[in-house]
């Protein structure tokens, strides 16, 4: 197992990038990479509360861990820190052993420039999953939150 880190700055107030870490329907828009749709089964966006998201490849080439063409995931919030932190444990639905573990994700936020900083940390990936991959997804789904972010705060 293994730990990435992406960064990537939002022109929007910490507050608002907060509120799209938590609210469901703006992670079924943000936490896509490109060529996937994203799909919100279940979204409790408060601390302890749980969540069920499916990524679904656009084109049949692609290689789902949890079926054919899609990657579902399931978790829940451990700790909130209102415009400042939000750490998630996801575990990939998958009959796959080597895809089987508890991942942790930390998406701290820091004041700067004018808006946000976005660090997101994975830890505990299962080294199937080529870290490019990740590194690559993590960053398509943080332009995807700035774009959305930004443009609510014009």
């Given at each position: ?11 929007a107030p910490r507050a608002a990038v907060y509120r799209a870490l938590l609210d469901g329907d ?47 995931y399931h978790g829940h919030f451990v700790k909130l820190v209102p415009d400042e932190l939000v ?49 690559t997804g993590t960053r398509m789904a943080l332009a995807n939150l700035a774009r959305l972010v ?5």
């Amino acid at each position: 197992m293994y730990s990435t880190r992406v960064s990537w700055h939002v022109n929007a107030p910490r507050a608002a990038v907060y509120r799209a870490l938590l609210d469901g329907d703006a992670v079924e828009k943000w936490r896509v990479p490109d060529g996937m749709t994203g799909h919100v089964h279940e979204f409790e966006g408060r601390e302890g509360g749980a969540f069920r998201v499916s990524l679904t490849y656009d084109v049949p080439t692609g290689t789902g861990k949890s079926d054919a063409h899609t990657d579902t995931y399931h978790g829940h919030f451990v700790k909130l820190v209102p415009d400042e932190l939000v750490v998630e444990e996801v575990e990939f639905e998958t009959d796959d052993p080597a895809l089987r573990s508890t991942m942790t994700m930390t998406t701290t936020l820091t004041e700067s420039d004018g808006g946000t900083d976005v660090l997101v940390v994975h830890e505990g990936i299962p080294d199937i999953v080529p870290a490019a991959d990740n590194e690559t997804g993590t960053r398509m789904a943080l332009a995807n939150l700035a774009r959305l972010v930004e443009a609510a705060a014009r």
